[in-house]
């Protein structure tokens, strides 16, 4: 079945540390891949996407993703997190074939960041 | 800009009771999506218009849930009668070139 995996339900870090944040999808081909970011009281902000093209994306915020299709994840990073960074993190797909459009969400992270 | 707006941030009611929820999506966007988030679970979708028409509403719950466009712009959805299981957060989003999505704040819906 197609699904997205989220394995980290809560994690805590110090500001300052690095931060990982793990996504695993199972789908026939390699979905549209998104990372969301959901701060208290606040909607839900689009941090980076993957399409197509090179494996290690971009986004906002500092942070940054990789593509690994051997593992079929799509992981998130920031190489020093700041305690602005401490909220819900969502892994979201895409599936490339077919007429849906809808995301179809992880189950979340939240993120600690101790001082 | 303006990004996506929902109005209310929050609603309280009765079992019972009717709700209905707004949301403005971003000018220009024809798909206009919406997703809830119930305590403890995923993020699930409930479905998609593109400009006034209904493209997925696979994700409806029941009906009880009726959603509208009128006239391609903003969107209602309406709770009718509410349950307790119906408490949650009702996320709406929008897109001019899916997949990519762009989310308001959300609608936070007790029902007591």
């Known amino acids: 079945a197609q699904s997205v995996t989220q394995p980290d339900i809560h994690i805590t870090v110090s500001e300052g540390a690095s931060l990982e944040l793990r996504c695993n999808y199972s789908?026939?081909?390699?979905?549209?891949l998104f990372w969301y970011v959901q701060s208290p009281g606040q909607g839900l902000q689009l941090l980076l996407k993957y399409f197509s093209g090179d494996t290690l994306v971009q986004g906002i915020k500092g942070f940054e993703a990789e593509f690994k299709r051997s593992q079929s994840s799509f992981n998130l990073r920031k190489p020093s997190v700041h305690w602005s960074d401490a909220a819900e993190y969502f892994c979201?797909?895409?599936?490339?074939?077919?007429?849906?459009?809808?995301?179809?969400f992880g189950s979340g992270t939240q993120l600690t960041v101790l001082p | 800009e303006a990004g996506v707006t929902q109005f209310p941030s929050h609603s309280v009611i009765e079992k019972g009771q009717t709700v209905t929820l707004r949301c403005d999506p971003i000018s220009g966007h024809d798909n206009l999506y919406w997703y809830r988030r119930v305590m403890g679970k995923e993020i699930k979708f409930l479905l998609h218009f593109v400009k006034e028409s209904k493209q997925d509403e696979s994700g409806m719950p029941n009906n009880r849930f009726l959603a509208e466009r009128t006239g391609g712009t903003y969107s209602t959805l309406k709770v009718q009668p509410a349950e307790l299981e119906d408490s949650g957060v009702y996320f709406c989003a929008s897109s001019r070139t899916p997949p990519t999505q762009y989310f308001g704040p959300g609608t936070r819906l007790t029902v007591l």
């Open positions: 789908y026939g081909a390699t979905p549209y």
């Open positions: 979201a797909v895409v599936p490339l074939s077919g007429s849906a459009r809808q995301l179809t």
